[in-house]
C-alpha cells in the first residue's frame, strides 16, 4: 500500500526549509557583500572652480582615506563597480580641463610609499 503525504508531514518539510532558507540567505549575502579598494586620482584646477561636490561624491561612499592632495582611497562592497565610481565622480568634473583616474587596489600586492601610519593600516583592514 503507498502511502501518501499528510498535511502534518508536509507541515514538517515546510518547517524545516523555512528554518534553514534565512541561513543560507545570509551566507549568500556574505558572498556577495566582499569588499574592495578603490584609488581615485586626479588633476583639477581648483583656482578655477569649486569642487566641494566631487569631494563630497567621494565622502559619500562612506569609508574613505585621503593621504595625498589627489589622491583617495574608498572602501565599497563588491557590488559597486569601476565605471560606476568614476561615472558618477565625472559629474563633478569639468571637461575641458580636469582628469579621472580611478582603478581597484589589488590586495596583497606588493606596494611602497611615505604615507601616514594610520592610511597603511586602514588599507591592511581589507
Request: no cysteine; aromatic share 14%; proline share 5%.
Amino acid at each position: 500500500m503507498k502511502k501518501t503525504p499528510t498535511g502534518r508531514n508536509i507541515f514538517n518539510i515546510l518547517s524545516l526549509f523555512l528554518y534553514f532558507e534565512p541561513e543560507s540567505a545570509s551566507i549568500i549575502s556574505d558572498t556577495i557583500m566582499e569588499e574592495i579598494i578603490y584609488l581615485i586620482g586626479y588633476d583639477i584646477n581648483e583656482q578655477l572652480h569649486d569642487y566641494s561636490d566631487l569631494k563630497e561624491a567621494i565622502k559619500a561612499y562612506g569609508d574613505y582615506q585621503h593621504p595625498i592632495e589627489s589622491m583617495w582611497f574608498i572602501r565599497v562592497n563588491s557590488t559597486i563597480g569601476v565605471n560606476e565610481v568614476s561615472d558618477n565622480l565625472r559629474q563633478h568634473l569639468h571637461f575641458n580641463s580636469d582628469h579621472l583616474y580611478v582603478m581597484q587596489v589589488t590586495p596583497n600586492v606588493p606596494r611602497q610609499g611615505w604615507l601616514p601610519r594610520s592610511f597603511w593600516k586602514w588599507l591592511r583592514q581589507q
